[in-house]
C-alpha cells in the first residue's frame, strides 16, 4: 500500500537520480562557461557564438563520456521502481 512517506521517499530518489545524472553536464557547461568568459574579458573579444558554441561541445562530449554510466544510473532507478510496483500496490 501507498503510504505518504513511501510517495516521499519515491520522489526524493527521483531527485536525486536527477541532481546525479545532470551534474556532470551541467558542471561541465559552468567550467567552459566560465573559462571563455575569462579569455573574453582578458581580450574584450564580446562574440555571442565563442561563449556558446565551446560550451555546447563540452556538453556534447561529457555525454559521450559519461553516457554509459548515465544510462545504466536511469536503469537501475526504473528496474528498482518497476520491481517495486507490486508491493506498493497492495
Known sequence: MMTSQSVLTLGQQAIEITMLISAPLLLAAL?????VS???????INEATLSFIPKLLAVF?????????????????????????????G
Do not use: E, H, K
Open 61 to 89: 562530449l561529457v555525454m559521450i563520456l559519461a553516457g554509459p554510466w548515465i544510462l545504466s544510473m536511469m536503469t537501475d532507478y526504473m528496474q528498482r521502481l518497476f520491481s517495486n510496483i507490486p508491493f506498493a500496490i
Open 38 to 44: 575569462i579569455f573574453q574579458a582578458a581580450t574584450q
Open 31 to 35: 567550467l567552459v562557461g566560465l573559462l
